[in-house]
């Protein structure tokens, strides 16, 4: 499976971005998708997690309330609604698959269980 990560940018305090995360080469409804981010000088970190038929999500506390994981299968594309975005929002953002069976925060929040990742979308937020 290729991801490619796309719509990253510039954005002020207080503003919004949506990102995209189109996928080829697989069977898009086998994988629980997830994003993650990285900062400059930090680790990467888990953001979001949405299962296969979109009918779970789950969250980072520090996004939960501003951001929004959905999917679109007939589409191959996951997204990630970031609002109220703060300067610590700053990151690299990664979207990942996984095609594990379960839909649990264990399991969905660990970098480990992703099989395929895509190349990461620049998100820079000015205060």
């Known amino acids: 499976v290729q991801l490619q990560a796309s719509g990253g940018g510039l954005v002020q305090a207080g503003g919004s971005l949506r990102l995209s995360c189109a996928a080829s080469?697989?069977?898009?409804?086998?994988?629980?998708m997830g994003w993650f981010r990285q900062a400059p000088g930090k680790e990467r970190e888990f953001v979001a997690a949405i299962s296969r038929n979109a009918g779970n999500t789950y969250y980072a506390e520090s996004v939960k309330g501003r951001f929004t994981v959905s999917r679109d299968n007939a589409k191959n594309t996951v997204y990630l609604q970031m609002n109220s975005l703060k300067p610590e929002d700053t990151a690299v953002y990664y979207c990942?698959?996984?095609?594990?069976?379960?839909?649990?925060?264990?399991?969905?929040?660990?970098?480990?269980?992703?099989?395929?990742w895509g190349q990461g979308t620049q998100v820079t937020v000015s205060s």
């Open positions: 080469g697989g069977t898009f409804i086998r994988y629980v």
């Open positions: 990942a698959a996984d095609s594990t069976f379960l839909f649990k925060s264990t399991i969905v929040t660990s970098q480990a269980e992703y099989e395929y």
